[in-house]
T-cell receptor, first 110, second 111 residues
Framework: KQEVTQIPAALSVPEGENLVLNCSFT??????LQWFRQDPGKGLTSLLL?????REQTSGRLNASLDKSSGRSTLYIAASQPGDSATYLC?????????FGAGTTVTVRA | DAGVTQSPTHLIKTRGQQVTLRCSPI?????VSWYQQVLGQGPQFIFQ???????GRGNFPDRFSARQFPNYSSELNVNALLLGDSALYLC??????????FGAGTRLSVL
């Protein structure tokens, strides 16, 4: 069974600071990994998808890395803004399903 | 283009009742998955359907069932509701093993 851990559970930073969100997973037999953003009471918004053969994926201020063999992924958000405040979830995909941790709740202070 | 749509948005039921949640995938997507998200936790996988066949089932009791229709829309049914079934139910569609796109969810409250 895939177990996903995200550290830290919560993070509060001043506007402009770079964010580093960590994700670890126990089963490395994944075919991709997605990072999502979730605003309170809302659905999930896909931010990035990294295929298992990739080491890195970038979209605007977001950059995600993947080390499949060690079961780790990191999401970097550059120059954070108050609008980045949300819960961020990583989800490795294997056996046709996504597995989620509890997420990292980010607060960016203006 | 329309994203994944779920209905209803909110639902209030009492213990022992039955509920049906609906999901319409993005046009062209043949795979639909269902997840349950209890407050404060990450989503938990319930079912995946592809081409109207069940491809996978998570660790949920038989009270949970689903089906997919010829137009690839899907329904999730939960019988004999318990208080612990109160959650946000999320539907996702994808081109099989590719990016999964989620709907806004259905908030179910069981009293």
């Amino acid at each position: 069974k895939q177990e996903v851990t995200q550290i830290p559970a919560a993070l509060s930073v001043p506007e402009g600071e770079n964010l580093v969100l960590n994700c670890s997973f126990t089963d490395s037999a994944i075919y991709n990994l997605q990072w999502f953003r979730q605003d309170p009471g809302k659905g999930l918004t896909s931010l990035l998808l990294i295929q298992s053969s990739q080491r890195e994926q970038t979209s605007g201020r977001l950059n995600a890395s993947l080390d499949k063999s060690s079961g780790r992924s990191t999401l970097y958000i550059a120059a954070s803004q108050p609008g980045d405040s949300a819960t961020y979830l990583c989800a490795p995909a294997n056996d046709y399903k996504l597995s989620f941790g509890a997420g990292t709740t980010v607060t960016v202070r203006a | 283009d329309a994203g994944v749509t779920q209905s209803p948005t909110h639902l209030i039921k009492t213990r022992g009742q039955q509920v049906t949640l609906r999901c319409s995938p993005i046009s062209g997507h043949k795979s639909v998955s269902w997840y349950q998200q209890v407050l404060g936790q990450g989503p938990q996988f319930i079912f995946q359907y592809y081409e109207k066949e069940e491809r996978g089932r998570g660790n949920f009791p038989d009270r949970f069932s689903a089906r997919q229709f010829p137009n690839y829309s899907s329904e999730l049914n939960v019988n004999a509701l318990l208080l612990g079934d109160s959650a946000l139910y999320l539907c996702a569609s994808s081109l099989l093993e590719n990016i999964q796109y989620f709907g806004a969810g259905t908030r179910l409250s069981v009293l």
